[in-house]
């Protein structure tokens, strides 16, 4: 989490407006979906592959450990499309049986696994060049009401601070072998999970004695210094987008 | 248990999102008419939310050795209700898709509906029917919290079954098939994290 | 002792220290600022913890540096909040200006704008995602449009050197570099108190001397400054004038030499003579020092006194 | 200087100190004591900071008091973390008691237990409903049974001065408790090493004092304490031995009277000449104090020998 996000902040692309990423993202997820077929699905994952590491300059490595996650949960779930289950009726030592699904299908599955490989690039391309704050900041702007975003960019900054807390947390308990056999483990978990509540409302509460001190009473009203999105830059992307969907499905 | 991006076929995505939308947007109208009547519980609101996200990170030990992720929402249902818990688990699952890559932003309507609403709510009412029945505290939210976590993946495997119905027994035999691959995952993580919420709620209590 | 408040009575003769007909009253200071905060018999009580000050009395002008010295738990922080309009006294009243503070919410948005605070722990004041947003928060609040604030903001954050932190976020900023932008948002409101609850606690001894060097510059341009600390070494170095707390009260209020020549004050608050202090004191008192000059604040001028009285 | 390491070639010379053909090594201290911990060309680095520690070498001998000084961001932590076992080093080899860090369950338990270690913040350590079963978890999660382990917290609340606290909740203490009953929560496990990073930082002067006459009697019984700070003053008043940090690696290695003459060095690593080292050492040279006396390490012993001397 710490890595993914340090490369947003510091990345190539951080400076560009989030209007215009998302845009990219949500479009090219959008002709995956709705178009594309398994070569335009390639085409999908190598050109965000591209723009991530060769255009936005994030390092490979990062990008192939964001990937490993997702990753997982693809193989396993495209296998298990492999797999056909029947129920063999009325006789006598029936019960299930497993069977390979026929070659159709397991193309369809196949195709199902490319396809959330290309959309996974194009989420990996948004998390890798985007510092999520950024995001929220736009959500409000498309009318997410205010509170409710005010909330998510306050989740944001507690998230490190319950993280730092967390992780050195665990390193005390670790150095006091809290980690050294399973009982212990649940036991020692469970002091940290129920430590940290009361410490993340004391955050809370300290924070706001923190802001009222600022004149805070109720909104959280800051002044972004990010680019406005450029509306040509934006019919730029969305040019863009309508090419790659006219090309994959050409190329099926 | 997350559906990756891209793995929900696009009708199957939006009909989701249709789902789970007014939900969430009921949520937030609470969540609003909550802060406006008290500006610092906007605060405590969002450090819960980031507990809940915390939560997540926290490695439990189940039975076959695998670590997973309790989901915490069931706390947070328990703290502020489950329209709330909602509104908070659903930005807990867009961050765990913007910094994580876990989960999606195309399923995350899916993802909402078995992770910050059904999830949360059957762990909610479980506690409060069985809290009415006079069942002791920690037994309560041990079945609240296991069983809150075995209908997330209920769910989530009928999403995946309707999604990839079963080519030979439908839609029940994809479900047989989605629940039976997961539950060596799921079933002893769901007792974990039962386990794990009762020793929480018992410490909580001596605080 | 020039200053002594009137309610220090019993910890003051216990200690020996002689009381002094000049109570701190509002008007000039011996440095000719105007009084720009005021507390007169100012009491507060937790409803967990009991009472934690009473009869505090305190006049603060602009431009001084003041320094709020005593154990931890002697209440230091609680006057601070009280200062700061954070908590609301007990007994006794507040003036900022002259004028008692109000209860209305745009009274209370004044006092926010006149007086600011710094917490101890940056993390308790740093709730956006980016510097340059954090800091444009006070501001806002104050009612500033797009372009003041701007501009205050990057003066507030050249002001504490940090003007190339702007675009990052929070939680990838050092401990010091937090406590500089911490100060950054207090700052950009451009208050006229500025109230610090120990600034240089975590720092090292580099980042404490360049931290009291940027208050000393904000209390010469008319800012009066107020640090609360237990490092009697800092209070010694720094402070125009030192607030001695201890049970309660503020048990002395006076320049910092007339406050460290009482050693059994020091220790009945279970605090200790800054060392530099001592040594400069000990070394004059054996003639080792050239006469006539007021003992060094710091360490380099001890030395050079030094090489020049032998 | 009696030790220096070997790796701090660059930064030893631009500083002027003379290498010494003594590299850090195993074997018997200076004091006596067997050689419990040894580092030897450790290296490490996190993948979003990049690297932090390069080639340190450090001995660590049983009843010894170490200080590493240095600036923040300079790497104590990292290093400290490392030799509780809590980080894998990149690079270089880690011995305890003469035997090497091993990888299985049974030799990280077995290190753990030889190697204790005191966060910074106490809040970070203090997760039990009371202070009692806090100072349990150590000796519980070693397999000691009840009796021992009662036995064993007994005699570590005792040690800290802090019996009368077993049964409040932690989050009832205040700052200065809940430090101590961390470092209980460490001692209860009996560990050779004691490892404390920054143990008097947000401590006032008295509580400050207390913590480290304290940690003098766990040295005294046998117990290696190694102290991470900036406080230089501190790293003065207490150390057998200095590490001084600096650009990722120890520059240097030895007993404090040594460390601190090198006056170019601990510029360039942003660090401060002790106050009361660089006055008794000017007053020594002047031929102020009486000659063939150690310089003084506390303020009192100062006075004592200016007395004597003028």
């Known amino acids: 989490m710490r890595q993914l996000d340090s490369v947003a902040w510091t990345g190539r692309w951080k400076r560009r407006p989030a209007a215009e990423k998302l845009c990219l993202c949500l479009g090219v997820m959008t002709v995956s979906l709705a178009v594309a077929g398994p070569g335009g699905q390639v085409l999908i994952f190598a050109l965000m592959a591209l723009l991530t590491v060769g255009l936005a300059g994030v390092p490979f490595w990062t990008w192939l450990r964001a990937l490993l996650l997702p990753a997982g949960f693809l193989v396993l779930g495209v296998l298990t499309l492999f797999v056909s289950v029947g129920w063999a009726e009325g006789e006598a030592g029936g019960g299930v049986t497993l069977a390979l699904v026929p070659p159709t299908d397991r193309e369809a599955a196949v195709f199902v696994g490319l396809r959330s490989a290309a959309c996974v690039s194009a989420l990996v391309f948004l998390a890798l060049t985007t510092p999520l704050p950024a995001l929220m900041t736009l959500l409000r702007r498309l009318g997410v009401p205010r509170d409710v975003a005010d909330v998510a960019l306050l989740m944001f900054r507690f998230l490190w601070l319950l993280f730092h807390c967390l992780e050195t947390g665990r390193r005390s308990q670790t150095a006091r072998l809290g980690y050294a056999s399973r009982s212990r483990w649940l036991r020692s978990s469970a002091l940290l999970a129920a430590g940290l509540l009361p410490r993340a409302l004391d955050r809370g509460t300290r924070m706001d004695a923190g802001l009222r001190a600022r004149g805070y009473d109720g909104s959280l009203a800051t002044l972004s210094s990010e680019e406005r999105p450029s509306l040509l830059r934006l019919g730029g992307i969305a040019g863009g987008v309508l090419v790659l969907g006219g090309v994959t499905a050409w190329i099926g | ?207 | 002792m020039d200053r002594l408040d009137p309610a220090a009575g019993p910890a003051r003769e216990a200690s020996g220290a002689r009381p002094s007909p000049d109570a701190s009253g509002a008007g000039l200071s011996p440095g000719g600022g105007a009084c720009v905060l005021e507390a007169r018999g100012l009491g507060f009580a937790y409803p967990e913890a009991g009472e934690v000050l009473r009869g505090v009395d305190l006049s603060l002008h602009a431009g001084e540096r003041l320094v709020l010295a005593g154990a931890n738990g002697s209440g230091k922080t609680t006057l601070l909040l009280l200062l700061a309009g954070l908590l609301t006294p007990r007994e006794g009243t507040l003036l900022c200006d002259g004028q008692p503070r109000g209860r209305s919410r745009r009274a209370v948005r004044a006092w926010h704008s006149r007086v600011g605070l710094v917490f101890q722990d940056p993390d308790d004041q740093l709730f956006a995602p980016t510097v340059f947003e954090d800091v444009s928060f006070g501001p806002l609040n104050q009612g500033c449009d797009a372009a003041l604030t701007r501009q205050r903001v990057d003066r507030a954050l050249a002001a504490l050197g940090i003007a190339d932190l702007a675009e990052r976020p929070p939680h990838s900023l050092s401990f010091g570099q937090k406590k500089r932008v911490s100060i950054a948002g207090v700052l950009a409101m451009e208050p006229g108190v500025l109230l610090l609850d120990e600034p240089t606690a975590g720092l090292d001894p580099e980042a404490c001397e360049d931290l009291l060097e940027t208050l000393a510059a904000l209390a010469a341009s008319g800012t009066a400054v107020v640090v609360a600390t237990h490092t009697m070494d800092e209070a010694w170095a720094w402070a125009d004038r030192i607030a001695l707390f201890g049970g309660q009260r503020i048990v002395a209020c006076g320049p910092p030499e007339a406050i460290f020549r009482d050693l059994s004050l020091l220790e009945t608050l279970h605090l200790r003579e800054p060392l530099l202090f001592g040594v400069a004191r000990r070394l004059a008192d054996a003639g080792l020092l050239p006469p006539g000059h007021p003992l060094p604040r710091t360490q380099a001028a001890l030395f050079s006194l030094l090489s020049q009285g032998t």
């Open chain 2, 1 to 207: 248990m997350h559906i990756m991006e891209g793995f929900l076929p696009v009708g199957h995505a939006v009909a989701w999102t249709a789902v789970s939308a007014p939900v969430v947007a009921y949520g937030s109208w609470r969540l609003i008419r909550t802060v406006r009547q008290n500006p610092e519980l906007k605060l405590l609101l969002a450090a819960s939310g980031a507990y809940v996200f915390i939560l997540s990170a926290l490695k439990i030990p189940s039975v076959t050795g695998s670590c997973s992720h309790p989901t915490g929402t069931g706390l947070a249902a328990s703290l502020f209700g489950p329209w709330i818990a909602a509104v908070l688990g659903t930005i807990v699952l867009l961050f765990q898709a913007l910094l994580l890559a876990h989960g999606g932003l195309t399923t995350l309507g899916a993802n909402v509906f078995s992770m910050a609403i059904v999830g949360p709510i059957v762990a909610w009412s479980l506690f409060r029917g069985l809290r009415g029945a006079g069942v002791a505290g920690a037994v309560a939210i041990f079945f609240a919290a296991a069983l809150g976590d075995l209908a997330t993946y209920v769910v989530t495997s009928f999403q995946l079954a309707a999604a990839f119905p079963d080519p030979v027994s439908g839609f029940w035999g994809a479900s047989a098939k989605f629940l039976s691959v997961f539950a060596l995952t799921q079933i002893p993580l769901a007792i974990s994290e039962g386990l794990l919420t009762a020793i929480v709620y018992n410490l909580l209590q001596r605080y």
